[in-house]
Structure formats: C-alpha cells, structure tokens
C-alpha cells in the first residue's frame, strides 16, 4: 500500500471482550494502516511490550494485568499491528510470557516476534551462560520454533559487543542460518564512536536491522547522525523511543499550545509519530501502548498516516530544540535503573517533576505570583505522588542506578538535586 492514507471509517479502533480469547483471524495487515517499506508484511507501527499497569499481590509481588494485555494485543492485531517487541528484562522478567499469552490465539505466521538478550552489566562466560538460557526460554515462553527478529540488546560499542557476545554471535549466525532467527540485530545506546565501531562488524556478520532512539528532541543530538549512517548502508531501521517514553505526550504547556495551533485535531503525541515515521529508512515505528487510550490514538495516527512535509519536519526539529532547553530530566521511565536497592521510586520521582516543569507549577522563587498556596500545593502533591519512604532523600548515591540507565542519566545527582529543592520548599527558602 505504500504510504497511501485510509478512509478514517475503515481505521475506526474497535475494543470489547469480544476481542479477548476468541479473535483467532486477524485482518491481513496490508488492510490495514501504514505498512513497513523494508520488512515485509509488518505494519508501520509495532507494538512494544516494555509497560503494563500492575497490582500488588497479598505477597507484595507485583501482577501484571494480563487481560487488559490480551485486549489490547488483539485490538493491536485487528488493526494491523503484528510486530510485538519485548525483552527477558521487561515487566520484572514477565514481558514474553505475557506477551506470548496474548498471541497465543492468533495463528503463528500471523505476527512477527521480537525479543532480545538482554546481558547488560555482564561479560565473559558470565554473559555466555546467561545469553543462552536467555536464548532458549525465549523459544520456550513463545512457544516456537522460530524468533522473527532477535536482538542483541543495547550494545554500546564493539567492545560491549565483544565482552558480551563473543561467545554466543557464533550460534546466532548459525541459527539465523537455520531459520530460527529469521532476522539479527541489535539495539544501540551509546556514543557516535560506538556505534561506528559496530558498523564494522556489518560486513562480517550483516546485521539485517537495527534499532535506535530518534525522535524530534533526539534528531538534533545523535539521531540524526545514527540514522544516516544506517541509511547509507540500507539497513532497516527500527525505532524506540519516538515519544520519549511519554515525554514528546505530555511537553511543557507553551510547546503544547505551538503544536495545537498547527492542527487543533491532532494529539500531541502524533506528532511524534509522524515525525520518525516520515523517514524513508524506518522500517518499524515502536510504541509502548500500556493504555487503551495510547492504542487507539496511534490507531488513528498511522491508520490515517499523513507522512510530514520537510516543512512541518523543519518545525518539529525546532521545537525539539526549545524543549532541551526546559530543565528536565530526561527519563523515559524504562525501568531499567529499577529496584533500587534502598526503595527509591525513581522514574516516579522524575515523573512527578517533569509533570510539574511541563504544567507550569514547578515554583520557582518567593517572587512568583500566590508563591505561598504554589509551595503548599507542591509539597502535598510530591507526598501524595511518592511515598515517604521512597523519596528522593533515601539516596546514599550507591551509582548502582547510573550503569543501568540508557539515557545516561546520572541519577544520583538528579536526586539530589530534586531533594535540595524540595527541602528549600520546606524550609521556605527557596
């Protein structure tokens, strides 16, 4: 179909329990939506498995929502999504099963799976052994015989790629060769140099697809950088992050009312959508779609999908430079930092502040207008976000955090920094 547009009437998301055990025929994906120009028979958009609401159980473990992922999931599928991105480290290592859960009435060759190995933090024959087991219960949690695309998952340089996977490319090689992997890659958080250094290694062992951070904040940093390079060798690229784990949703309220002027109708977030998916080399737009209402939003945006004139493309890049220059903490609340070994909530602390940045009502001085009700109304709504005994003041700066996150934040520091505020609120010192 190209980049051809649907009536609205045939993108219409459709929901109900109908769709929960017994919806075994999906639409074939070509029906439906904006379908890949380099992966054949997958919609553009796919569905990333990273985030799903849970519960405490009388244990205190958490628990996964599994029927509202089956819902959702056949929904997905209904409407074209059929790419399903997950990994053995997401949702506290339950992501594939649930996932799995989730497809298992749908035909097999109805859906492309993608998970990964997930080695961060280890090397040598550590790395080895926990790849390979890795390996196998992703087989064994789908319940296949085959993984569409599987991931080496966020290497950083050609020497993460050698401490972690020195033992193990050999059997991915040969099982790509086998047809159990039927596509090989990787996934990249690191540094222009690292990631130059990965593209070495494309002669030797064809890395069929990559996937990469690019939104319209990130295009003026690496993005844009990344995703020329693997343009010119005509690798198929797979997106994450294209609304910054929530960010490009929810943006400061003056970004928001620039955007609206444009088009009124238009969720905020699709023009994140639209913006990484009007690049010709993107094979895959991923979208972590925890509630009805981001499926049915991205539904709409890539049902319809208007590809962004250089125009429009040229304005989000410049709003994408004047949302760096808002003090946020730039988290994507992957988790990835999580648990913090002294209960510190701390994607929910750096939530909790962007949320107040974005809405205006981070207080800034005694000088600004009812500073005193600002003060109060800032301090109850952190205790009423965060618990007391997961504040930011309960970090000793153990770095345990800064080696897992992606976005290289150093937590530590933005904690302290939030919790030196917070006590000039207290103090009224501000």
Not at 308 to 328: A, D, S
Not at 408 to 424: G, M, S, T, V, W
Request: net charge negative; charged share 25%; proline share 4%.
């Amino acid at each position: 179909m190209g980049s051809a547009a649907l009536g609205l009437a045939a993108c219409t998301p459709k929901a109900g329990k109908e769709y929960v055990s017994n919806q075994s025929q999906p639409a074939d994906v070509s029906s439906y939506g904006k379908v890949s120009q380099h992966l054949d028979g997958i919609g553009l958009l796919g569905y990333g498995s990273m985030r799903l609401d849970s519960y405490k159980d009388e244990n205190g473990n958490d628990v996964f929502n599994q029927e509202k992922m089956n819902t959702m999931i056949a929904i997905a599928m209904e409407h074209g999504i059929n790419y399903f991105d997950t990994a053995p480290a997401y949702l506290e290592g339950q992501s594939e099963i649930l996932t799995a859960n989730a497809l298992a009435p749908f035909p097999r060759e109805s859906y492309k799976i993608a998970t990964k190995c997930s080695t961060q933090g280890m090397s040598g024959e550590a790395a080895e052994k926990a790849g390979r087991e890795m390996f196998r219960n992703s087989f064994k949690n789908f319940r296949t015989d085959y993984i569409d695309y599987y991931l080496m998952h966020g290497l950083s340089s050609r020497q993460d790629f050698e401490n972690r996977f020195s033992g193990l490319i050999d059997m991915y090689v040969e099982e790509r060769s086998k047809g159990h992997i039927r596509n090989l890659g990787f996934s990249f958080h690191g540094s222009r140099d690292g990631f130059l250094s990965l593209m070495e290694l494309h002669e030797k062992y064809h890395w069929d697809f990559v996937q990469i951070q690019m939104n319209y904040v990130d295009w003026n940093r690496d993005a844009e950088f990344l995703y020329n390079e693997l343009d010119k060798r005509e690798i198929p690229i797979i997106i994450m992050e294209p609304i910054l784990g929530g960010r490009l949703s929810n943006v400061p309220a003056a970004i928001s009312d620039e955007l609206k002027s444009r088009d009124p109708q238009a969720s905020i977030a699709s023009w994140g959508f639209r913006f990484v998916g009007s690049y010709p080399r993107i094979a895959v737009v991923l979208s972590g779609m925890s509630e009805m209402e981001h499926l049915t939003d991205n539904i709409r945006t890539f049902c319809d999908f208007k590809p962004c004139t250089e125009e429009e493309l040229e304005f989000l890049r410049g709003i994408g430079e004047k949302i760096m220059k808002y003090p946020i903490i730039e988290c994507t609340g992957c988790q990835y930092c999580m648990p913090c070994p002294y209960g510190i909530d701390i994607p929910g602390i750096f939530k909790f502040y962007n949320r107040e940045v974005n809405a205006g009502t981070y207080v800034t001085s005694k000088e600004q207008e009812h500073y005193a009700r600002a003060r109060r109304k800032y301090l109850a709504a952190y205790d009423k976000a965060i618990p007391t005994i997961r504040q930011a003041d309960h970090c000793i700066s153990c770095g345990r955090c800064v080696k897992r996150c992606p976005q290289h934040i150093f937590i530590p520091r933005q904690l302290k920094r939030i919790n030196d505020y917070l006590e000039k609120l207290k103090q009224d010192t501000l």
